[in-house]
């Protein structure tokens, strides 16, 4: 990704506050970059966990298929960060795009993170196409 990933016009965005720990920072004296990977199934989980119905958590799991991150502003110890969650508005069978964007308390990007997720049934375990209320639920 090259662009700042922006949510769409009237996209609904999922909004989450991020204080890191002692334990986030690294060597470099920053949040590690796999902690921004971390907030952002984080967020993610909780968009959904936020919309779905009870019956629906019960019945149905997501499963990150894969991630591409951009990092571009060290979050410092002491700094809070913003994250920011939408996700597409179609899916390709049990695929589904969500985009985060993690911004520092000066608004400034910190990393943003582009991710597939894929529907499971938790039954079977198995793949399932991601349902219409589904979409419809997140736009």
Do not use: K
């Amino acid at each position: 990704m090259t662009r700042l990933l922006e949510p769409p016009e009237g996209r609904q965005v999922f909004t989450r506050g991020f204080e890191p720990a002692a334990a986030d920072i690294d060597a470099n004296g920053h949040v590690n970059n796999v902690v921004y990977l971390r907030w952002a199934q984080e967020l993610a989980i909780a968009h959904w966990e936020s919309r779905a119905p009870a019956e629906a958590l019960q019945q149905w799991a997501w499963v990150a298929l894969r991630h591409e991150i951009d990092y571009r502003r060290a979050l410092l110890p002491g700094e809070t960060a913003t994250g920011r969650t939408w996700v597409s508005d179609t899916a390709e069978g049990p695929r589904f795009d969500r985009f985060v964007r993690i911004d520092g308390p000066d608004g400034a990007m910190c990393a943003q993170v582009a991710t597939t997720w894929v529907l499971i049934d938790q039954a079977t375990g198995r793949p399932r196409r991601v349902l219409p209320w589904m979409l419809e639920m997140f736009a």
